[in-house]
């Protein structure tokens, strides 16, 4: 279902959306060398989404990714020193429309 509203929010800003619901699918497709990555911190699979985002930087650290949780936690000092600067969604009822304004900066910014 969030993947359904996060494509909706997201089909303004054109381009290919790709979708995988476990954090081994995103690591495997990371290839098609994404400017962005939107992940849930829980994701089918074996990893969650701090450890998908910790392959994700092993992997290209310039990836600007964005993490969707109920759980506060995640957005911790701690984990920002570990996994390097992400953005953090809380989700609640503004989440998507947050989520498309986080991305319309950063398209402006890159546009720059």
């Known amino acids: 279902m969030y993947q359904q509203l996060i494509a909706r929010e997201l089909e303004t800003f054109g381009g290919q959306l790709f979708f995988y619901t476990s954090g081994e699918h995103c690591i495997a497709n990371l290839c098609r060398r994404p400017a962005i990555v939107v992940l849930d911190y829980n994701l089918d699979g074996e990893i969650n989404g701090l450890e998908t985002l910790e392959e994700i930087r092993k ?7 964005l993490l969707f949780s109920s759980q506060k936690e995640v957005h911790s000092h701690e984990n920002l020193q570990r996994f ?10 503004r989440s998507f429309s947050m989520l498309k304004k986080l991305l319309q900066t950063k398209f402006e910014m890159q546009a720059v």
């Open 84 to 93: 390097g600067s992400f953005d953090f969604l809380e989700k609640n009822s």
């Open 59 to 65: 992997f290209d650290p310039s990836i600007f990714v």
